[in-house]
């Protein structure tokens, strides 16, 4: 099974600044990767795919990169609403895999 | 607006049985897959199992394997999940979504909003 390890597990940050979480994965994905957000209570919302598509409705601030084995998913000015946690997740090979999660939390 | 309504959830002894339902609306459910997963209170999110459009596919995690069943009934725009010989660790959250795609991607958007199982004595 492919491993997938995000790090850090968690991050406070303030409104306005930018973060990067990353997200590492025992084997090479190419880009069969996806993003999503979690709040409290609530299902998954798709962020990212395909590494670094940006899914319909998602603000321009989320933005993906990598390929491979390391990806980046960045939040160029963190909003309130943002304060969630996000995983990872590969799609190439079943078993599909999810990464254990970032919380970001408020500074 | 594409919807997804999950059903079937609640408490259950070890080794009992639920089947879980999801109701689909709003896009031609035969053409997408289905996939089932789920998160354990406070715990990450992980895959339990995914499904063709046709149905002719299907896909477990280790952890669940011979243990519970996909399904789907394109007639009626329902995705199933049998769960047998439940164990407490099969305690959690849930979820059906959707492919985004037409086909099989692999991610997954929209999500229901849950289905709880909670399996103790």
């Known amino acids: 099974d492919i491993q997938m390890t995000q790090s850090p597990s968690s991050v406070s940050a303030s409104v306005g600044d930018r973060v990067t979480i990353t997200c590492r994965a025992s084997?090479?994905?190419?880009?069969?990767l996806a993003w999503y957000q979690q709040k409290p209570g609530k299902a998954p919302k798709l962020l990212i795919y395909a590494a670094s598509s940006l899914q319909s409705g998602v603000p321009s601030r989320f933005s993906g990169s990598g390929s491979g084995t390391d990806f980046t998913l960045t939040i160029s000015s963190l909003q309130p609403e943002d304060f969630a946690t996000y995983y990872c997740q590969q799609a190439i090979t079943f078993p599909l895999t999810f990464g254990g999660g970032t919380k970001v939390e408020i500074k | 607006e594409v919807q997804l309504l999950e059903s079937g959830g609640g408490l259950v002894q070890p080794g009992g049985s639920l089947r879980l339902s999801c109701a689909a609306s709003e896009f031609t459910f035969s053409s997408y897959a289905m996939t089932w997963v789920r998160q354990a209170p406070g715990k990450g999110l992980e895959w339990v199992s995914s499904?063709?459009?046709?149905?002719?596919?299907?896909y477990y995690a280790d952890s669940v394997k011979g243990r519970f069943t996909i399904s789907r009934d394109n007639s009626k725009n329902t995705l199933y999940l049998q769960l047998n010989s439940l164990r407490a660790e099969d305690t959690a959250v849930y979820y059906c979504?959707?492919?985004?795609?037409?086909?099989?991607?692999?991610?997954?958007?929209?999500w229901g909003q849950g289905t709880l199982v909670t399996v103790s004595s």
């Open positions: 084997q090479g994905l190419s880009s069969w």
């Open positions: 979504a959707k492919d985004t795609q037409a086909g099989t991607t692999g991610w997954f958007d929209p």
């Open positions: 499904i063709s459009g046709s149905g002719g596919s299907t």
